[in-house]
């Protein structure tokens, strides 16, 4: 089970199914999906992020990573971008 992603129920025209997100990891450690390295790399950061945090005196337990694509938008009035940014 993938414990940062929540579950969620995926209604279709067969049917409707509760999903429960998943990360599978071989007994030897090795990734068999696509989520594992991403959740590794995230502790990865949040560890090395603790540790520079640390370094400036100040202390935390657990430092959150996001990736997406709500970091790629930005809302803006759309005059401003007749005016400014289209040109």
Same mark, same amino acid.
């Given at each position: 089970?993938? @414990?940062? *992603? @929540?579950?969620? #129920?995926? +209604?279709?025209?067969?049917? &409707?199914?509760?999903?429960?997100? &998943?990360?599978?990891?071989?007994? &030897?450690?090795?990734?068999?999906? /696509? /989520?594992? @390295?991403?959740?590794? *790399?995230? +502790? !990865?950061?949040? *560890?090395? !992020? #603790?540790?520079?945090? /640390?370094? $400036?005196? =100040?202390? *935390?337990? =657990?430092? $959150?990573? &996001? ?6 938008? $930005?809302? #803006?009035? /759309?005059? $401003?971008?007749? !005016?400014?940014? #289209?040109?």
């Amino acid at each position: 089970m993938d @414990p940062t *992603s @929540p579950a969620y #129920i995926l +209604e279709n025209p067969n049917g &409707t199914v509760l999903v429960i997100p &998943t990360a599978f990891v071989s007994w &030897t450690g090795e990734a068999l999906d /696509k /989520k594992t @390295p991403l959740l590794r *790399s995230m +502790e !990865a950061l949040s *560890s090395q !992020a #603790i540790r520079v945090l /640390k370094l $400036f005196g =100040k202390d *935390s337990e =657990k430092v $959150f990573t &996001t990736v997406g694509a709500e970091q790629e938008y $930005f809302l #803006i009035d /759309k005059n $401003f971008y007749y !005016a400014d940014l #289209i040109y």
